[in-house]
């Protein structure tokens, strides 16, 4: 509607004027309701929530063009913080300098954070190629170590040792049983076998490898007579 079509209304009171100022010049109007910010600063918190109540009301009653949509989403806001007792400032405008500070601050955070996925999701992409690669080149094969070998009671070592000097053969478990005058625990039975198979098995290995090393010994001298170098 035109200006000139707007004076042609008949106004009857002051209501009348409020209405077609809120009609036809809602941007004008909001402007008017706002207030500086040393008297937003005096308000108590109740003040303020129906300060930023009334101000979002406005606009969305009036504003059919949603020219002050960003204005009326930030009083819905401030009042949500308000009423809702968050540890956050409040401001008195849109436009207010440290509510501007705040919206890039928060503009830089979302960014970085956006930054940080997108690093995570290239590196679980990557990971997953090098997965898919190492199932069609085959994996290498890991290494498996043996396990360590169990550990011997002393005591059992000891009348090995013993008894190699002085008799030349082995303990058996009622020797030891006697010449500790008790019975053995589980744990001494247990050293006793296994120091017994790994003394059988060395010896078997010390024979072998005697018997080797004479018959080398043997073939070296049969062949230094029959003037062979070795």
Same mark, same amino acid.
């Given at each position: 509607?035109?200006?000139?079509?707007?004076?042609?209304?008949?106004?009857?009171?002051?209501?009348?004027?409020?209405?077609?100022?809120?009609?036809?010049?809602?941007?004008?109007?909001?402007?008017?309701?706002?207030?500086?910010? &040393?008297?937003? @600063?005096?308000?108590?918190?109740? *003040?303020?929530? +129906?300060?930023? %109540? $009334?101000?979002?009301?406005? !606009?969305?009653?009036?504003?059919?063009?949603?020219?002050?949509?960003?204005?009326?989403a930030f009083h819905r806001k401030m009042r949500a913080r308000i009423l809702n007792n968050f540890k956050l400032p409040t401001y008195n405008e849109f436009d207010n300098v440290r509510y501007t500070d705040e919206l890039r601050i928060k503009g830089e955070e979302r960014e970085e954070k956006r930054k940080e996925r997108e690093e995570?999701?290239? &590196?679980?992409? @990557?990971?997953?190629?090098?997965? *898919?690669?190492? +199932?069609?080149? %085959? $994996?290498?094969?890991?290494? !498996?170590?043996?396990?360590?070998?169990?550990?011997?009671?002393?005591?059992?070592?000891?009348?090995?040792?013993?008894?190699?000097?002085?008799?030349?053969?082995?303990?058996?478990?009622?020797?030891?049983?006697?010449?500790?005058?008790?019975?053995?625990?589980?744990?001494?039975?247990?050293?006793?076998?296994?120091?017994?198979?790994?003394?059988?098995?060395?010896?078997?290995?010390?024979?072998?490898?005697?018997?080797?090393?004479?018959?080398?010994?043997?073939?070296?001298?049969?062949?230094?007579?029959?003037?062979? !170098?070795?």
């Open positions: 509607m035109s200006w000139e079509n707007i004076l042609k209304i008949k106004i009857k009171n002051l209501k009348d004027i409020k209405r077609l100022g809120k009609d036809y010049a809602i941007e004008d109007m909001y402007e008017s309701m706002i207030i500086s910010e &040393e008297k937003y @600063e005096s308000l108590n918190n109740k *003040e303020k929530a +129906k300060y930023h %109540g $009334r101000l979002e009301n406005l !606009i969305r009653t009036y504003d059919d063009k949603g020219t002050l949509s960003q204005e009326a995570k999701q290239k &590196e679980r992409e @990557e990971r997953r190629k090098e997965r *898919e690669n190492q +199932k069609k080149q %085959g $994996r290498p094969r890991k290494e !498996i170590s043996p396990p360590p070998e169990p550990t011997i009671n002393q005591m059992i070592v000891d009348y090995f040792k013993i008894y190699n000097n002085m008799y030349g053969r082995n303990p058996t478990l009622p020797e030891i049983e006697e010449e500790e005058e008790r019975p053995l625990t589980v744990d001494e039975i247990k050293s006793f076998k296994l120091y017994t198979e790994r003394f059988i098995k060395k010896s078997w290995e010390n024979t072998i490898r005697k018997k080797y090393d004479s018959d080398t010994l043997y073939m070296s001298f049969d062949n230094l007579e029959e003037g062979v !170098i070795l």
